[in-house]
């Protein structure tokens, strides 16, 4: 898919499960878990040990999958995270270099900021998506429905500190997307290879996303 595609393709899903694992087989499972329970798409953390292979594999043997690389702090690791075929970058912080490098590889630029003043480059940098990290550290749904004011055509993403309780109320206050950690993906449900539990609490997750929506734009909501 073209850059514009997965992009439109994040919005629609509005998850992005960040995969932040010991090992480059509990990121495979983690991965196959989250898509089976209705989120075709992982955000790989360069922390992974093999993680531009992990996304290599996942690119080659699940193509449906939008596969990212997060935690990229230079161009040339992003390089090799698009050589192996990831369609969006992620960083916690902003770095203009990466965004120029990724919107030349026509893959989907996902920088982080905090401040209006850091959302303000990474937006006129051409940034797909501002991913606001930490948010919940910052005052969470509360800060995204701030930021919105200045920036109401903005995708923000929410990242840090989402949770079952919270997650609804990100959407509500205005963000396009969540990333999501490790209460999608428990590390315990890891451990003991628990795919049915990561199952649940993908599906948990969507529902929050699609019941939030509902309420923000009630007549495009299916009729009851």
Known sequence: ???????????????????????????????????????????????VPGAIAVIAHLVKHAPKMIVGAGDVFDSDVARQCVDAGAQFLTSPGLDLKIIEFALGADVVAMPGALTPTEVTRAWKS??????VFPCAQVGG????????????NLPLVASGGVNQHTAANFILAGAAALGIGGELIPKDAIRLRQSERIFTLAHRFAKFVSGARAMLHPASSPAK
Do not use: N
């Open 126 to 131: 051409g940034a797909d998506f501002v991913k």
């Open 1 to 47: 898919m073209k850059r514009d595609e997965i992009h439109s393709r994040i919005e629609q899903i509005g998850i992005i499960p960040a995969v932040r694992l010991s090992s480059a087989e509990d990121a495979l499972f983690a991965a196959e878990a989250v898509s089976r329970g209705g989120i075709p798409i992982v955000e790989i953390e360069m922390t």
């Open 141 to 152: 749904d509360t800060y995204i429905r701030a930021l919105k004011a200045p920036f109401p």
